[in-house]
């Protein structure tokens, strides 16, 4: 069956530090993932987009890789400040579905 | 100025009465959807609406039914409400097509309480 898996135990780290957050996936064929973040009581909100062929994404401090052979994807938070603290989400777009699926997310607190 | 707004924000009812949920977009988007999140925050899309035409419908009840009066609206109803429809409800809307025109802009959410 199709599974996306990520890490429900909240992530702790101390401000400054890099957080990596990760997302495995089986039996699917993502055309794209996504990463998305979500604070309490909010909706989630988009960050980042890469594709199956793309190997590596960034934005700011936000660094995403995709690795189609280890079926994986990982989430890199850069000098993490107490205000990236949230739930991130990974989304996965399969093209058999014509929809996105999404991972129960990970929580990230980042201490200051 | 909400690019995907919903209404109301939180809804408490008792078991075995409908109610609606609206959503409004004004990003001049093609495509809106409607997810579930549960307790334990999966969040699980329910339906999907291109041009006001059903796309996706991923085994949801009966009691459900969506209605998309025009593309910039997609409205829930939920009929004899049980106490497993207790959630949180996004409704989201994409541009439609491919890569980053996926990328979704999801609502505040309604919190759904069925007593």
């Known amino acids: 069956s199709q599974k996306i898996e990520q890490n429900s135990e909240a992530l702790n780290i101390q401000e400054g530090k890099t957080a990596t957050l990760t997302c495995n996936y089986t039996?699917?064929?993502?055309?794209?993932l996504q990463w998305y973040r979500q604070d309490p009581g909010r909706g989630p909100v988009f960050l980042l987009l890469?594709?199956?062929?793309?190997k590596e994404k960034r934005k700011e401090r936000l660094k995403v890789t995709f690795d189609t052979t280890l079926k994986q994807s990982l989430f890199h938070i850069t000098a993490s400040q107490p205000a990236d603290s949230a739930t991130y989400l990974c989304?996965?777009?399969?093209?058999?579905?014509?929809?996105?699926?999404f991972g129960g997310g990970t929580r990230l607190m980042v201490k200051p | 100025d909400t690019a995907v707004s919903q209404t109301p924000k939180y809804l408490v009812t008792q078991m075995g009465n409908d109610k609606s949920i609206k959503c409004e977009q004004n990003?001049?988007?093609?495509?809106m959807y409607w997810y579930k999140q549960d307790s334990k925050k999966f969040l699980k899309i329910m339906f999907s609406?291109?041009?006001?035409?059903?796309?996706i419908n991923e085994t949801v009840p009966n009691r459900f039914s969506p209605k998309s009066p025009d593309k910039a609206h997609l409205n829930l109803h939920i009929n004899s409400l049980e106490l497993g429809d207790s959630a949180v409800y996004f409704c989201?809307?994409?541009?439609?097509?491919?890569?980053?025109?996926?990328?979704?802009?999801f609502g505040p959410g309604t919190r759904l309480l069925v007593l």
């Open positions: 989201a809307s994409s541009q439609g097509g491919s890569g980053n025109q996926e990328t979704q802009y």
């Open positions: 039996n699917y064929s993502p055309a794209y």
């Open positions: 890469i594709r199956e062929n793309e």
């Open positions: 989304a996965l777009y399969n093209n058999a579905g014509n929809m996105l699926t």
């Open positions: 990003l001049g988007h093609d495509t």
């Open positions: 609406y291109n041009n006001k035409e059903l796309i």
